[in-house]
C-alpha cells in the first residue's frame, strides 16, 4: 500500500479493523434509510403510492384493475385494512396499519381514505371526535359511511351505510370533513 502512495492512516485503519466493507455499506444504508424517512415525512401520500406499487401482490392489483364498480373497489379495500390489521389502542398511525399490522380506528379510517384515494375512489376519514373510525366515501355517484370494527381481532369487520349528500351537508362540521372535496 505504501508502494501506491496510501495514506499512512488507512493503512492504520485496515491493521486494526481488518475489513471495511461493512462500514461502507452501513453509510450506504444509512443514506439509503434518511432518504426512505425523508420522504415517508414529506410526501407521504406519494411515498404510499410507490410502496403499493412494488409490494401490492396480484389480488390487491385487481382492486386498481378495470370491470370493478368504484363501490366495488371500496368494499375491496375496507376488507382487505379489516384482513392485515388488528386493533390496538392509541396507535393512530395509518401506516402503522401496513408496517405493524395493527392500529386503532383513526388509523383505520385514513388508511381507507389513502388507499381509496390511490385507486381514484373518492374517500374522506372523518376528523370529528365522535366520529370513531368513520370513512366517508363518494363511489358510483353515491355516498356511504364505511366504519370500522371497534377492539377486534383479525379480520377485523366493516359495516357500511348509504347516505346522503344533504345530510353529510348538514353535519360535515361536527364530522370533520369538507363537501367541496366530493364536489370537484
Known sequence: M???DIPEWYIDSCR???FLFPRGHCITYAQLYWQLL???ANSTEDFYQCYFEIYADNEDKEIIAGGMTEKEKADRVAEYIGEISDYEY???DWTEIFLKGKGDCMASRYA???LCRYIDVKAQGC???NEHGKTVVKADGKYYIYTTGFNEPRPRSYMVSET???Y???HAKEMGIWMGYFEG
Do not use: N, V
Open 2 to 4: 505504501r508502494k501506491h
Open 112 to 114: 381507507m381514505e389513502i
Open 127 to 129: 376528523g370529528g371526535l
Open 38 to 40: 425523508y420522504y415517508k
Open 16 to 18: 486494526k479493523i481488518r
Open 90 to 92: 392509541y396507535d393512530s
Open 168 to 170: 353529510l351537508a348538514e
Open 164 to 166: 346522503t349528500y344533504s
